[in-house]
Every structure is written in C-alpha cells, then in structure tokens.
C-alpha cells in the first residue's frame, strides 16, 4: 500500500470531488475549441481533406455517398474519380469522412445548388481536435499531476501543426491523432481494451496505424509477461479493420483495407517497391528520411526543435518511464518508417508545416511529457521558451486560409517566413506570445513534484500487480 501511495503521489488530483476533476479537462476543451474553430477552414482548403468534405456533404445531403449526380456547387477534385464499381467517388479514407458528416448534420448541408460549404467539415475537425488535446491531457495527468500534464498538452496541441493541419480541416491525421492520443489515454489506465478501440479509430484515417497497434499490444505483453495486453489491443483492431473492409466494398465495390488510391502505396511498402519514383534508390530514401526530418519546410526538427531537447532526456530517463509510453513511442517509430517507405516526405501542397510526422509526435508526447519529471530547471527553462515560440510560430499560419509553400519549394522555403514576411506586425505579437507562455509554462513545470523512485520492474516488466505501480 505504501508503495501504491508513493508512486500516485504526483499525479494526485486535488479534493473536490468528480466535478473538481473534471473542471479543468472540460475549461481545456472549451477554449481549444473556441481557438480551433475560430482558425479552421472557411473556404479555401487542400484537395485531400476537401475530398473527404465533399463526400460527407454528399451523404448527409443525399443520403448516397457517390457522386455521379453532383450538386454544381461541389468543387471539382483530383481525388473524385471512377471507382471498381462504377460510381464517381472521392478516393478518402472512412474516417475522414466520417468525422465530417456529424458537421453536416448539426449545421446542414443546403441540399440546393450553390450551397456547399466547407465551415460544417472545419467545425467538426476543430471539435475533434480538441477532444484529442484532453485525452492527452488526461492520459498524462495522474503520473504528471494536472499542471504538467495541462501545459504538455497545451504545447502538443498549440505548439505542433496539431493546431494548422488536423484542427483545420477533415485530415486523416485529425483521425488517427484523436485516436492515437485515446489509446494513451486507455494504456495509462491499463485499459487495453479502451486502447484498442481507439488504435481502432485510428486505423480509419490511416491503416497503417495497426504497425502501432502491434507494436504496442505485443510489447505490454512481453513487459508483464502476460498474453491479456495482445489479445485485448488486438480484438478490436481487428474489428476496426473488418469495418474498414466492408465501408471500402461499399463505397468502392472492392475487399480492401485501404481506398484503391492507396493500394498500390500499401504493396510499394510491402514489397520494398515504393510507387513514388523519387523513392528508387537507397539514396533517394536516405535523401527522404533527411527531408522529413529537416527540409526547411516540411521538416519535423524545424517546426518542433522540442524534439532536439527531449529525446536525449527521454533516453536518458527511460528506465524511469512506464513501459506503456516507450511502447507507444516504439510504435510511432516503426509507423513512420513504412510510412516514408510508402511516400514522399513532402505530403503534398498547401498546408502550413508538416502533416506527416504528426503520427510521430503524438506517440512521442507521453514519453517526452514523461521524462520531465526527472529534468533540472535549466532543461525545463528551454523545454518552456521553445514551446512558447511553436506556439507562437504555428499561431501566425493557422490563423489563416491562405497557401503557403508548395511541395516544389520544401527545400527553398519556409511557410512561416513568407507568413511573417506578409504581416510582421502579427509576428511581433505573437513574439510576445511567445515570451508570456514561455514563462508560465516555466511557473507551471515548477509546481510539478519529484517523480518517486521508480519500481523494481523499470519498464513495467515482472508481475503484473508490480507493473500497474509503476504504469500509473
């Protein structure tokens, strides 16, 4: 019992009862939501979430999702094309339509010609957006404690493209985000079956996020030496992609698991082809891999240098983190990968940052979250300014609908420069900005008690009764 005591100490909640719990994780999830959907898509959009937007209008207005007899307000598409079964479809995945359609519902679609809107799609990406930065915040809460845990989750969803790509528009990332963050959410618990239902959801923005799933139920597994983990991951990923197969017959009139846009992407990684030419050679994979991480426009280390900062830590504390986030961090590693072995690192035009890494850094969030009970103040003082100023550079490029750089100048340009370089007057505020969450980010990680000492199974392995100490 004492050690029970010990090792919850920090991520005790304050007394007050369930409404007190819920105060904060509910005041989080208003003003991301305000935030989102006041800087969410009005008008123009990239073709991909667009596709998934026309469909969901579609189906909501028509009660058909195919578009043979299309309203002459929908937006013409490279995407709409002829599918196997003889429809004219827009060649997305199930859940990004899906999390569109509760917009049209609420909101309406017109019906009439003229009457297409994209605000109702912009809305419920925003909504679902914001429900992923709460379930961060609450996976985190109990080991962080809630100010940690709220500021980690604040800088995840403000300071990352989170906030100018799946808060924006019907992504797949907006899906397989809220889903990935869930499963933190169901692993911190040591709900695995929670866990699975939500790699579920994210599986339908993105199939491939079952390497995630795999990673992370076979993992807890081997950790508490124990099948249960496996089974109850796997169970309703399997369910989710049986679902995913029938949706993908109805909407196409073909068996797969992926839209038949993507089928020859899915065997590209499979058989060590890449469909993409400019993925040919070793070189051009190593020239990939380099893009992703630091072409001034769509490099992960250039939007987010926390990355530079917090993976040393992470490594360094990692005998110290609940087996559940090395797991899920494991797992965002191995999805990327294939990920880079399907496509081109570049993800296409007309988005502000990267939307291919974004799989990574939520999978990463816990560990980095994590690990920052064990920094000193000097490491959590960078960790703090660096978070205001993503926030701060984010900020300038989601507030508006405009494109920025196109895949064809990744290597030559920065989205933010050319948005600073339109309105350097918004750049100064947000450098303020940038300074104020900077410094009560700092107050807050402050507040944060020591981690106890961590038990005596380190990543979570040995007995299950030891590990759940140590995982929560």
Not at 31 to 40: A, I
Not at 420 to 444: Q, S
Request: with cysteine; proline share 6%.
């Amino acid at each position: 019992m004492v050690a029970q005591e010990a090792v919850d100490a920090p991520g005790r909640l304050p007394d007050g009862g369930r409404l007190s719990r819920w105060r904060a994780p509910v005041l989080l999830f208003v003003c991301l939501f305000v935030l989102f959907g006041l800087t969410s898509s009005r008008g123009f959009m990239c073709v991909d979430p667009e596709a998934s937007t026309i469909e969901a209008w579609q189906l909501v207005a028509t009660g058909a999702p195919w578009l043979d007899d299309a309203d002459p307000s929908v937006p013409e598409n490279r995407w709409v094309h002829r599918a196997p079964n003889g429809h004219l479809t827009a060649d997305r995945m199930a859940g990004s339509v899906a999390l569109a359609v509760p917009g049209y519902l609420l909101l309406g679609t017109g019906g009439k010609a003229g009457e297409f809107s994209a605000v109702p799609a912009g809305l419920a990406a925003a909504f679902l957006t914001a429900g992923t930065g709460v379930l961060m915040m609450l996976a985190l809460r109990r080991r962080c404690g809630p100010g940690l845990a709220t500021a980690a989750a604040v800088a995840f969803a403000l300071g990352t493209p989170t906030w100018s790509v799946s808060a924006d528009a019907p992504w797949t990332h907006t899906v397989t985000q809220f889903g990935l963050a869930g499963a933190a959410l169901g692993l911190a618990r040591r709900n695995y079956w929670l866990t699975g239902v939500f790699l579920a959801v994210a599986m339908t923005g993105r199939p491939h996020v079952a390497l995630v799933a795999a990673v992370v139920g076979l993992g807890m597994s081997w950790s508490v030496r124990r099948l249960r983990p496996a089974l109850e991951v796997g169970l309703p990923c399997l369910g989710g992609l049986a679902a995913l197969v029938v949706w993908n017959r109805w909407m196409f009139g073909v068996w797969t698991v992926s839209t038949p846009g993507y089928r020859g992407h899915a065997a590209a990684a499979v058989g060590g082809t890449p469909v993409s030419a400019g993925l040919s050679s070793m070189h051009d994979r190593l020239v990939n891999l380099m893009g992703f991480l630091v072409s001034p426009d769509r490099g992960l280390l250039v939007w987010t240098p926390l990355v530079l900062v917090l993976v040393p830590l992470a490594v360094r504390n990692r005998r110290d983190l609940p087996a559940w986030s090395v797991w899920l961090a494991l797992g965002g590693v191995a999805y990327t990968l294939v990920q880079l072995q399907m496509d081109v690192f570049m993800g296409g035009d007309w988005f502000y940052g990267y939307r291919l890494g974004l799989e990574l850094v939520t999978c990463l969030a816990p560990a980095f979250a994590l690990s920052l009970l064990r920094a000193g103040p000097t490491t959590r003082a960078v960790v703090a300014a660096l978070a205001g100023a993503q926030v701060a550079v984010i900020a300038l490029g989601a507030r508006a609908d405009v494109p920025y750089v196109g895949s064809a100048q990744v290597w030559r340009a920065n989205s933010f420069l050319v948005a600073l370089g339109r309105d350097p007057g918004a750049g100064a505020a947000l450098l303020v900005l940038c300074v104020v969450m900077g410094v009560l980010a700092a107050r807050l990680s402050t507040r944060v008690a020591a981690q106890p000492a961590p038990g005596p199974d380190g990543y979570g392995r040995g007995p299950e009764t030891t590990t759940a100490r140590t995982e929560l």
